[in-house]
C-alpha cells in the first residue's frame, strides 16, 4: 500500500501538482509578527527567552531564512497574543475588513460591544436608575 501511494504522489507531480514548500514565511507574517513583538518592547533576544529558543532563530524567522516547524509558528504567534486560524478563501476579505476596522483608532477600542449594535446606540441611551 505504502508503494501505491508513493507511486500515486509521483504521478500527481507528473500531472502538475507540485508539492508546496515555502523558502520563508511570507513577507507579511513576517512583519506582522516583528511589529508584535515590537509592540510588546520586546528585543529578539525577550521573545527567544518566553520560546525556549535561541535569538538567532528568531533572527531567522523573521528575516526569512528559517521556516519554522507550525508548533513553533503556533507557540510564537501565541506567546504575542494572537492566534492562528484557518479561514475559507472566500471569506478572507471579510476577515480581513474586520481585523482592520478592529485595528482603527476608535473610542472604547479593546471593550466588548455588540456585533449588531451601532456606535450611536451606546451614547443615546438614557441612564438607568440605580438599584
Do not use: C, F
Request: no cysteine.
Amino acid at each position: 500500500m505504502m508503494q501505491y501511494m508513493v507511486s500515486n504522489m509521483s504521478n500527481d507531480t507528473k500531472k502538475g501538482i507540485k508539492p508546496l514548500r515555502q523558502k520563508g514565511l511570507p513577507g507579511e507574517l513576517r512583519r506582522a509578527l516583528r511589529d508584535a513583538r515590537k509592540k510588546r518592547g520586546w528585543s529578539q533576544r525577550e521573545l527567544a527567552r518566553h520560546l525556549g529558543i535561541a535569538q538567532r532563530h528568531v533572527s531567522g524567522i523573521e528575516s526569512g531564512k528559517i521556516v519554522p516547524r507550525y508548533d513553533t509558528l503556533l507557540e510564537l504567534v501565541r506567546t504575542l497574543d494572537y492566534d492562528l486560524m484557518m479561514v475559507p478563501r472566500a471569506l478572507v476579505p471579510v476577515v480581513q475588513s474586520l481585523v482592520r476596522d478592529h485595528g482603527k483608532n476608535q473610542p472604547g477600542e479593546g471593550e466588548e460591544r455588540s456585533l449588531y449594535a451601532s456606535g450611536d446606540d451606546e451614547t443615546t441611551q438614557e441612564p438607568r436608575d440605580e438599584v
